[in-house]
T-cell receptor, first 114, second 109 residues
Framework: DAGVIQSPRHEVTEMGQEVTLRCKPI?????LFWYRQTMMRGLELLIYFNNNVPIDDSGMPEDRFSAKMPNASFSTLKIQPSEPRDSAVYFC????????????FGNGTRLTVT | GIQVEQSPPDLILQEGANSTLRCNFS?????LQWFHQNPWGQLINLFY???GTKQNGRLSATTVATERYSLLYISSSQTTDSGVYFCALVNSGYSTLTFGKGTMLLVSP
């Protein structure tokens, strides 16, 4: 089992540019989560999917953020346009069920917006 | 939403010492996990432990759901144990993990 795979590992971009983060969940997991970690706010849930369908996106900070899951093995989190305050580590995680199954995290993408 | 409190916020140990980290929560839970975030930022699953006791090498965890707390024990600590330990849980009736603020552990040689 390769675990949750995220790319890129690091991303540095200029304010105003579009950023796309990618995630491949563990095979067979039907829940996928996107989290953001900052020093000030800790780990925050942005959005989660069940069977490729977005269930709760109330954590998405604003319209500049969007997430998709076109199939069971791939998800993207897009920021357009990016701003310096978006700088954070973005984690993707997956589980085989909600609430009663352990969550497995990817290694994260460290985003720096200058 | 459910409240999660971890203590202590920071802990410094000499290599070889034992420690206990605590996680208190305000409501019933379906899922409780302990994670270790290492200095490289990776979030590593330690335990999935909504109730009972589990052990894995030098680490063990106990959750007493009826009293709404969980404990993580680290014995014979090593410098590689340094990092932040998070307790995260799912409130009964909900679907998503809520994280505590973590305990930052530094083990010095």
């Amino acid at each position: 089992d390769a675990g949750v795979i995220q790319s890129p590992r690091h991303e540095v971009t200029e304010m105003g540019q579009e950023v796309t983060l990618r995630c491949k969940p563990i095979s067979g997991h039907d829940y996928l989560f996107w989290y953001r970690q900052t020093m000030m706010r800790g780990l925050e849930l942005l959005i989660y999917f069940n069977n490729n369908v977005p269930i709760d996106d109330s954590g998405m900070p604003e319209d500049r953020f969007s997430a998709k899951m076109p199939n069971a093995s791939f998800s993207t989190l897009k920021i357009q346009p990016s701003e310096p305050r978006d700088s954070a580590v973005y984690f993707c995680a997956s589980s085989s069920g909600t609430g009663r199954s352990p969550l497995h995290f990817g290694n994260g993408t460290r985003l720096t917006v200058t | 939403g459910i409240q999660v409190e971890q203590s202590p916020p920071d802990l410094i140990l000499q290599e070889g010492a034992n420690s206990t980290l605590r996680c208190n929560f305000s409501d019933s839970v379906n899922n409780l996990q302990w994670f270790h975030q290492n200095p490289w930022g990776q979030l590593i699953n330690l335990f999935y432990i909504p109730s009972g006791t589990k052990q894995n090498g030098r680490l063990s965890a106990t959750t007493v759901a009826t009293e709404r707390y969980s404990l993580l024990y680290i014995s014979s600590s090593q410098t590689t144990d340094s990092g932040v330990y998070f307790c995260a849980l799912v409130n009964s009736g909900y679907s998503t993990l809520t994280f505590g603020k973590g305990t930052m552990l530094l083990v010095s040689p």
